[in-house]
């Protein structure tokens, strides 16, 4: 096992392009998140999925931002037309069956870089 | 609201000592988790310890203790022994049974000083 795996570590971009990020969570966890963290602050909450199915998207993430999970496997994080402020680091973390409060498993991040 | 308050910015200790992060909490659900994470400057977030609002005693894993008081809505995570590899950045969060996501305190900077 070698835990969540996230690609590219790091993206720089222009302003206006798309970007598309990849997320491998732990291969028996059925729970995929994205969060969002900028600079000096804690992460902010995007998105969840359980097997395919996303179950919640926060009102942070405008239109612009979409996420899927096909075949309740692997996660893409989609930004089109991307904005300066959109500049910080996406974690996706993954846990597993039972109850909800088992930990959540990170992993290294993407850090977005909008020029 | 859910919130999440952790009032230290950042710390200065000495390798060895004992070491207190704070943290209190907001919420309405009567079932909720309490999760600390470490974030070194790889960016990783570290899964540390979890106490749940019902357990009766206070987590403990390895040279990490929570220190849970419920009727206070505080949830301070006590490190001992602390080592120069305990620099990092630690956050507190919180998730509502109620709720699929972490809600996360802006986080304390621990610096361990040789």
């Known amino acids: 096992d070698t835990g969540v795996s996230q690609n590219p570590r790091h993206k720089i971009t222009k302003r206006g392009q798309n970007v598309t990020f990849r997320c491998d969570p732990i291969s028996e966890h059925n729970r995929l998140y994205w969060y969002r963290q900028t600079l000096g602050q804690g992460p902010e909450f995007l998105t969840y999925f359980q097997n395919e199915a996303q179950l919640e998207k926060s009102r942070l993430l405008s239109d612009r931002f979409s996420a899927e999970r096909p075949k309740g496997s692997f996660s893409t994080l989609e930004i089109q037309r991307t904005e300066q402020g959109d500049s910080a680091m996406y974690l996706c973390?993954?846990?597993?069956?039972?109850?909800?409060?088992?930990?959540?498993?990170f992993g290294q991040g993407t850090r977005l870089t909008v020029v | 609201a859910q919130k999440i308050t952790q009032t230290q910015p950042g710390m200065f200790v000495q390798e060895k000592e004992a070491v207190t992060l704070d943290c209190t909490y907001d919420?309405?659900?009567?079932?909720?988790?309490l999760f600390w994470y470490k974030q070194p400057s790889s960016g990783e977030m570290i899964f540390l310890i979890y106490?749940?609002?019902?357990d009766q005693q206070n987590a403990t894993e390895g040279r990490y203790s929570l220190n849970f008081q419920k009727a206070r809505k505080s949830a301070n995570l006590v490190i001992s022994a602390s080592q120069l590899g305990d620099s990092a950045m630690y956050f507190c969060?919180?998730?509502?049974?109620?709720?699929?996501?972490?809600?996360w305190g802006a986080g304390t900077k621990l610096i361990i000083k040789p």
């Open positions: 106490q749940g609002s019902y």
């Open positions: 969060a919180m998730r509502p049974d109620s709720n699929y996501q972490l809600i």
């Open positions: 919420t309405s659900d009567p079932s909720y988790g």
């Open positions: 973390a993954s846990s597993g069956f039972g109850a909800m409060n088992t930990e959540a498993f």
